[in-house]
Nanobody, 115 residues
C-alpha cells in the first residue's frame, strides 16, 4: 500500500517561511521522481517543484529563488522549503511520486499566507 503523507502546512505572514515534508511508504523511493504541486481555489493544480532521482531540480518562474525542493532517500522523505512567501502562494500543496507513468499523490496540506 502506497502512502504519501504531507506535513508542515499552516498559516504564515507574508515574507515568512514554511517547510513542508512528505513521507513516502510502499514504494522504492530512490527510483521515483518527486514533486510538489499546489492548487488554489478555483484554479488548476500547478507544479511548484520537481526533483529527479539524481536530485536534479527544476522550478517554475513563480517560485524560483524562493522555494527549494530536496530529498532524503534514507528517510524516504521529500521536502519543500518555502521562503519569502506571498499571499498568492496560498493553496493546498500536494506531494507527488512518479515513475514510468505511475503517479501517486498525497492528501494535501493547506498553506495560507496572510497578515
Amino acid at each position: 500500500q502506497v502512502q504519501l503523507v504531507e506535513s508542515g502546512g499552516g498559516l504564515v505572514q507574508p515574507g515568512g517561511s514554511l517547510r513542508l515534508s512528505c513521507a513516502a511508504s510502499g514504494i522504492i523511493f530512490p527510483i521515483y521522481g518527486m514533486a510538489w504541486y499546489r492548487q488554489a481555489p478555483g484554479k488548476q493544480r500547478e507544479l511548484v517543484a520537481h526533483i529527479a532521482r539524481d536530485s536534479s531540480t527544476n522550478y517554475p518562474d513563480s517560485v524560483k529563488g524562493r522555494f527549494t525542493i530536496s530529498r532524503d532517500n534514507a528517510k524516504n522523505t521529500v521536502y519543500l522549503q518555502m521562503n519569502s512567501l506571498k499571499p498568492e502562494d496560498t493553496a493546498v500543496y500536494y506531494c507527488n511520486a512518479h515513475w514510468l507513468g505511475t503517479d501517486y499523490w498525497g492528501q494535501g496540506t493547506q498553506v495560507t499566507v496572510s497578515s
